[in-house]
């Protein structure tokens, strides 16, 4: 059975980086069939897309946070990591790592989620 | 961008009932539509991909359609456990999500 966890600092200081990291157990990351990925959903509002990663490196980001965002991985240690830069309160969200098919797009499995908030 | 717009954002039923949630796209997307049920504190779960394809081991009660730019979720027979948020994404590298539907108890 697949499964994704996310990791990291739970409060993150205004114009800091935000750091999270998802393990994945259960699959290899050398998947042909999927993206991995990283949304976030801030208190009472609509998920939204951060972007994907491929384990070749290939990467689709959100147009709107391209400029902050870099997403990593490494297959060797089943994890894959998310880099948010210059965070402001409006970046205070739950952080969700999950499992994108190439083919529909989809996500299909997903981390239970990890709350962020930025906050001096 | 390919905005997303959600119909209705709040939805009362009672068990039994019949509902029909409607995600209308900006742009034509042709089929590449899918739909996520999201409950309090929970990650979403995927329900239906490409516009009408049931994802595997969703109840059959659930049911998708449309193309383009207009498309439904119906719930045939709500189940107490169908109370929740449900949200269509659009299907592509980039993916946008609709604002949401929050179906509560009458």
């Known amino acids: 059975q697949v499964r994704l966890q996310e990791s990291g600092p739970g409060l993150v200081q205004p114009s800091d980086t935000l750091s999270l990291t998802c393990s994945v157990s259960?699959?290899?990351?050398?998947?042909?069939?999927?993206?991995w990925g990283w949304l976030r959903q801030p208190p009472g509002q609509r998920l939204e897309y951060i972007g994907s990663?491929?384990?070749?490196?290939?990467?689709y980001y959100n147009p709107s946070l391209k400029s902050r965002v870099t997403i990593s991985v490494d297959p060797s240690t089943f994890r894959y990591s998310l880099h948010l830069s210059a965070v402001t309160a409006a970046d205070t969200a739950v952080y969700y790592c999950?499992?994108?098919?190439?083919?529909?797009?989809?996500?299909?499995?997903w981390g239970p989620g990890a709350l962020v908030t930025v906050s001096s | 961008d390919i905005q997303l717009t959600q119909s209705p954002s709040f939805l009362s039923a009672s068990v039994g009932d019949r509902i029909t949630i409607t995600c209308r796209a900006s742009?034509?997307?042709?089929?590449?539509l899918g739909w996520y049920q999201q409950k309090p504190g929970k990650a979403p779960k995927i329900l239906i991909y490409?516009?009408?394809t049931l994802y595997s081991g969703v109840p059959s009660r659930f049911s998708g359609s449309g193309f383009g730019t207009e498309f439904t979720l119906t719930i045939s027979s709500l189940q107490p456990e169908d109370f929740a948020s449900y949200y269509c994404?659009?299907?592509?590298?980039?993916?946008?999500f609709g604002g949401g539907t929050k179906v509560e108890i009458k």
């Open positions: 999950a499992r994108r098919s190439t083919g529909w797009f989809y996500f299909d499995i």
């Open positions: 259960g699959s290899s990351i050398n998947k042909v069939e999927y993206y």
């Open positions: 990663i491929y384990y070749t490196g290939t990467t």
């Open positions: 742009q034509g997307i042709g089929s590449y």
């Open positions: 490409a516009a009408s």
């Open positions: 994404q659009h299907l592509n590298n980039y993916s946008t």
